[in-house]
């Protein structure tokens, strides 16, 4: 019986890192560049995986910042606009900066970080869901 119910008692990981991409073809980044992950997803036997949007931002130190492409407000996919220089939510009008600073509109807070790494030239996110609807980034249960 405990065999059977392994994977239903086991505790899950609840987030995987995802290769966003070599961080070689992020070194001369100007302005915020969109890559789609996989996400892998398990849940007692099965295994599953889902795409989502982030963002790859410079910093102006060097370093690289991975953002969610899920608006904080109440969750549709921001987009970045070159030519108006800003992250903007085609739902409700809420606006960000390049590095993901809120401006305006209904958005309570910034656009969500995400942790990242690089591992072997390689840049690696944990994508995770954050509340919605709530001025302080936490973790959505």
């Known amino acids: 019986m405990r065999f059977a119910t392994f994977p239903l ?5 609840e987030t995987t890192w995802s290769d966003v991409g070599k961080v070689d073809d992020f070194a001369a980044l100007a302005e ?3 890559r789609t992950i996989d996400i892998k997803r398990v849940d007692g036997w099965r295994s599953s995986v889902v795409q989502n949007g982030v963002y790859v931002v410079p910093t102006g130190s ?3 910042k991975v953002l969610s ?11 970045w606009i070159g030519k108006q220089d800003k992250f903007i939510c085609p739902c409700h ?4 900066t390049s590095t993901g600073v809120h401006v305006s509109g209904p958005p309570l807070r910034a656009m969500d970080e995400l942790e990242s790494r690089v591992e072997n030239g390689v840049l690696k ?3 995770q869901y954050f509340r919605q609807l709530d001025a302080k980034k936490e973790l959505a249960g």
């Open 9 to 13: 008692r086991a505790p899950t990981e």
């Open 32 to 34: 915020p560049v969109a």
């Open 62 to 64: 060097g370093q690289l």
């Open 69 to 79: 492409s899920v608006c904080p407000h109440l969750g549709c996919s921001v987009r």
């Open 93 to 96: 009008g809420g606006t960000f």
């Open 125 to 127: 996110v944990r994508f």
